[in-house]
């Protein structure tokens, strides 16, 4: 699949911004998440929903980022409140296989690295830029 971002913008501390990721073909039966990255650190996982609607999330976006997709599962959505300046970074948006998201369950809690997630997400987005300032 192709992925493609939208959304990213400047916004204040204690701001919202909604991400999007629109694909080129129906994903509905694989994992989708969201992934980002700032400047001069690793990748991380940011939030994972699989085919059921089932959510994982990074400890550090718990109760301020919400994801989901549309009903027909054409677009995933990253829903982005009380932002933080340490939320600053390019949003990457992925497709992996339908295990893939067990395996961010996993990556959560501290028992898996990034080299055991990212693999398992074929398809991945050009990026889409939050910048968040105090």
């Known amino acids: 699949f192709q992925l493609q971002e939208s959304g990213g913008d400047s916004a204040q501390t204690g701001g919202s911004l909604r991400l999007s990721c629109a694909p080129n073909?129906?994903?509905?039966?694989?994992?989708m998440a969201w992934f980002r990255q700032a400047p001069g650190m690793e990748r991380e996982a940011v939030a994972s929903?699989?085919?059921?609607?089932?959510?994982t999330y990074a400890d550090s976006v718990k109760g301020r980022f919400t994801i989901s997709k549309d009903s027909a599962g054409h677009t995933m959505f990253l829903q982005m409140d009380s932002l933080k300046p340490e939320d600053t970074g390019m949003y990457y948006c992925?497709?992996?296989?339908?295990?893939?998201?067990?395996?961010?369950?996993?990556?959560?809690?501290?028992?898996?690295?990034?080299?055991?997630?990212?693999?398992?997400?074929?398809?991945w987005g050009q990026g889409t830029q939050v910048t968040v300032s105090s």
């Open positions: 992925a497709v992996g296989t339908s295990g893939a998201c067990i395996t961010m369950g996993r990556y959560f809690a501290g028992r898996f690295d990034l080299e055991d997630i990212t693999p398992r997400f074929a398809s």
């Open positions: 929903i699989d085919t059921v609607g089932t959510t």
């Open positions: 073909g129906y994903y509905g039966v694989f994992c």
